[in-house]
């Protein structure tokens, strides 16, 4: 298995064209005070163009404040942003952002919300209106159309929430915890749904999440950062496992298992000390 994995450190061979690089990377927060609050600091990471990539650690170690950071939210207090080896100033045009709580409009119709994301691109109303309708039907929900957010599940909510993210044909997506509010069998279907239309263009991804087995199914690489704050990169592993790939039959793959443990033997430790720290200041 040692054969299999890339761990941090280990020198591997990766495509040549990189589309989001965080080098030397700090982002602090001021403190009521006067203090700063250095959240994650010397962050080295690399996304190649096509690649998956999974981010996971403990509770409040930064994961969504990388996310921020490629996606031009937060400015760096040390080191640099570069998108596809120019540096980021500003919002970066060139991801599309999943968030974990919906951020559909509730008076606009699945159909609406979907087609809305076009506006700042100028695209005529009824080209939008039917584009949207494509990538509704690219989410299964051509029969949904017209239902007010009110009116779906979750799981449905959240089909409409990533037809809205692609319809603009990003590069990049960046996802925080997309699946997260959702049951188990719910996230499972998402999951496939996700790996089906990432399969179709192969954007690079970065995807937050604090599920381990759901960080393996879905990526290439799993990243994970150390306990907060000033959290670090502690481990980078490459996912040796075929694709195309159905998330509930992989799990049931003795490598899929064997990646897992030796992951866990990293992200454990620091969740531990994520959760002594806790009771510190308790």
Known sequence: MAAALSAIGVDSVAPARQAV??????????????????AVEQIDLS???GEFVAIVGPTGCGKSTLLNAAAGLLKPAEGRVSIYGGPLAGLNRRAGYLFQQDALMPWKTALQNVAVALEPQGVPSGEAQERARAWLAKVGLSAFADR??????????????????????????LMDEPFGPLDAQTRQIM??????LWAADRKAVMFVTHDLEEAIALSDRVVVMSAGPAARIVGDYRVPLARPRDIADIRLDKVFHEIQREIWATLKVEVQKAYAQGEGRA
Do not use: C, T, W
């Open 148 to 173: 007010y957010p009110h009116m779906l599940s979750g799981g449905q909510r959240k089909r409409v929430a990533l037809a809205q993210m692609l319809i603009r044909n990003p590069e990049i997506l």
């Open 191 to 196: 999951g496939n749904l996700l790996l089906d």
């Open 47 to 49: 996304v190649s163009d």
């Open 21 to 38: 690089g965080l080098e030397g990377l700090a982002i602090a927060f001021a403190l009521g005070g006067g203090g700063v609050y250095r």
